[in-house]
């Protein structure tokens, strides 16, 4: 049975280092996420795109190019 979670639910999740818990329980993740080697390089081109539209801005106000 699916349930969405509401705002006041939120409190019942907890981080403990790497592990996530919900409600004292640990949550198991059933796989990890693997990309294929494009998905990487994409994943990648847009990391650093967003870097560069981020820093671009802030270089020009303050006269670095």
Do not use: C, S
């Amino acid at each position: 049975m699916r349930k969405t979670i509401g705002m006041e639910e939120l409190d019942n999740f907890e981080v403990d280092g790497d592990r996530l818990y919900w409600k004292g329980t640990a949550v198991v993740m059933e796989r990890k996420l693997t990309l294929d080697w494009y998905q990487t390089l994409l994943a990648t081109a847009a990391a650093a795109g967003a870097l560069l539209a981020g820093v671009h801005p802030f270089g020009a106000t303050f006269g670095w190019w």
